[in-house]
Nanobody, 121 residues
Framework: QVQLVESGGGLVQPGGSLRLSCAASGIIFRINDMGWYRQAPGKERELVAEFTSGDSSNYADSVKGRFTISRDNAKNTVYLQMNNLKPEDTAVYYC???????????????WGQGTQVTVSS
């Protein structure tokens, strides 16, 4: 079982920045994809940014040009640098990972516990 531990959330004023981190621990043979989702009150969980199986990155249109996803493969850690934050970015941010624990064909998805990001003056 892979566990994801997130950190870096908090309260920030509009226009400010935050950096989220997510470290994966456990038996991971190969990572298929890894990224960030968010869920605002009363809304469905939505993709923010991710690294796909082809090593490319995807971003939600609402965060393009403001957020940057990066990773440290040696540490199985993914980051989300969030700049020029807006009140509509307020949400619980979740890290997620799909991985293969061995050479077999079965993959698994893990989710972090979530970290609150609040953008308010």
């Amino acid at each position: 079982q892979v566990q994801l531990v997130e950190s870096g959330g908090g309260l920030v004023q509009p226009g400010g920045s935050l950096r989220l981190s997510c470290a994966a621990s456990g038996i991971i043979f190969r990572i298929n994809d890894m990224g960030w989702y968010r869920q605002a009150p009363g809304k469905e969980r939505e993709l923010v940014a991710e690294f796909t199986s082809g090593d490319s990155s995807n971003y939600a249109d609402s965060v393009k040009g403001r957020f940057t996803i990066s990773r440290d493969n040696a540490k199985n850690t993914v980051y989300l640098q969030m700049n020029n934050l807006k009140p509509e970015d307020t949400a619980v941010y979740y890290c997620t990972l799909r991985y293969f624990p061995n050479y077999g064909p079965r993959s698994f998805r893990s989710w972090g516990q979530g970290t609150q990001v609040t953008v308010s003056s």
